[in-house]
Every structure is written in C-alpha cells, then in structure tokens.
C-alpha cells in the first residue's frame, strides 16, 4: 500500500524548533521528489520546501528561506523538515507528498500524507 506518514507536528514556543518527519511506503521513493507543503487557518496551501530525487536540488518558499531545512534519506525511504526560529506564522498542518518530476515552482504532486499540526505560541 503506498502512503506518507508524517510525524513531530506539536505545540511549540516561538524561536524554537521541531523537526519534522515523513516515512513513505510502497513507492519508488529513490525516484521521487518530495515536498512538504503547509496549510494555515484561514490560509490555502503552500509549498514550504522540497528536495530532488538525489537530494542534489532543494526548493524553499521566500517565508522559510534560511530557518527551514529539507533533507532526505533513501535508504530509510523518509524526508525530514528541520524548523528553526519559529514563528507565529508558521502555525500550520504541514504535509509530506510527492512527485514523479522536479519543477520549480513545486509540482505536480500526486501523492499526498495526512498531515501533522504544528502549532507555535507566543
């Protein structure tokens, strides 16, 4: 069965951080682009950041530039989000998900996680 799982969404003071994970299973997940993508209250859904098949090209949206990381690990089939200095702002459910190509801007993507909460207070 193909699925995205995510985890390390939680409540987290401002300026700190969370490091999020995602585990993929029945894909060929070594030929694949993932991406993380976040959606805020009120807000539609945004591409934060994804990484290439190889890990050589990484994409991040202008809001995260310099305080989120995305890393992969293909032996392990899993993609982290690292998030240092968090803000407010970046209150979100976030998803993993997936593609067949690379593109910039991010996209298609044709496989989607159920998504974790990632809540930062003041």
């Known amino acids: 069965q193909r699925q995205l799982v995510e985890s390390g969404g939680e409540l987290v003071q401002a300026g700190g951080s969370l490091r999020l994970a995602c585990q993929a299973s029945?894909?060929?997940?070594?030929?694949?682009?993932m991406g993380w993508f976040r959606r805020a209250p009120g807000k539609g859904r945004e591409c934060v950041a994804s990484i290439s098949e190889s890990g050589g090209r990484r994409y991040y949206a202008e809001s995260v530039q310099g305080r989120f990381t995305v890393a992969r690990d293909n032996d392990k089939n899993t993609t982290h989000l690292q998030m240092d200095s968090l803000k407010l702002e970046d209150t979100a459910v976030y998803f993993c998900?997936?593609?067949?190509?690379?593109?910039?801007?991010?996209?298609?993507?044709?496989?989607w996680g159920q998504g974790t909460q990632v809540t930062v207070s003041s």
């Open positions: 998900a997936s593609s067949f190509t690379w593109a910039t801007p991010p996209g298609p993507y044709d496989m």
């Open positions: 029945g894909l060929a997940f070594r030929s694949r682009t």
